[in-house]
């Protein structure tokens, strides 16, 4: 296959594509690749093109630096006044959501919200020994999106979701593996070369086969959509909460946040 070689440097996404690979990195460093708008929009328009062009086989999902992502920006979060539904973020989760080709990650440092939750619409996850996984929504003040809370439990059983969703405790690369959650443990020097060999060995075969048997193992995703959209509307709410705001500002103060002042429970949508 062609190595088409287009590498969009400065850019806040970096674009890669070679192989039949097309390679997505998260390029902030400097904010840990927290992801802003800007970036998610950037993630859905090359997943949306790949997913139209027959070139593109695979998708590998990486980044610079020693951070996978911090998760979603929460800058941005404060300026999200309108809730979770038809932003951003929302369009980059219902789109990896119902992504139709392979998607390979290689997680080279924690993965935090959005950076794991990710990883469960992932075929196939490379971690390096320092990856670590975790979903502190609660701690945030809000609740798990991209169809975690749902994906979660089933992935790795309630009681080790709730140490995730309910506690907000971090899984080790080690802990990944043994949940099922990564594919194997691979040194950072040679983690994204190892995850786009084994991209490019998904390439290789047929194309049709492959998405065959990946849509039968997902199964019928009108459930998990559904959820989806369940979690977005808690979510929202939970966004414009004070608990959620308390948080944001604590982090970007550096200081803990104080919930004294605790608003009443989101109301449950079921
Ligand atoms: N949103 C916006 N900015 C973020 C960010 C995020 N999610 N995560 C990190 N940053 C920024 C920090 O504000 C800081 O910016 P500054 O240098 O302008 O002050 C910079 O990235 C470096 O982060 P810092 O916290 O100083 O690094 P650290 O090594 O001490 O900690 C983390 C790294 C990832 C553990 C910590 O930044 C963190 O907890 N981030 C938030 C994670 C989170 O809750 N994400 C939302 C999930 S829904």
Partial sequence: MQDT???TTQELILIHEADGVLELRFNRPEKKN???GAMYDALTAALLDAAERPAVRVVLIAAEGE???AGNDIKDFLTMTGGLSDTPASRFIHTIAA???PLVAAVNGPAIGIGTTLLLHCDLVYASPEASLSVPFVDLGLVPE??????LPLRVGFARAAELLLLGEAMDADA???AGLVNAIISSDTL?????EKAQKLAAKPPSALAATRALMRGELGTLHAHMRQESVVFSKALKGAEAREAFTAFLERRKPNLDGAAPPIASVA
Avoid: E
């Fill in 5 to 7: 070689m287009q590498d």
């Fill in 146 to 151: 991209a169809g975690s809370s749902l994906l």
């Fill in 99 to 101: 992504f139709n080709k």
């Fill in 176 to 178: 990944a593996l043994a």
């Fill in 67 to 69: 951070t996978f992502t």
């Fill in 34 to 36: 927290a992801i802003t």
């Fill in 192 to 196: 994204r070369g190892h995850a786009r």
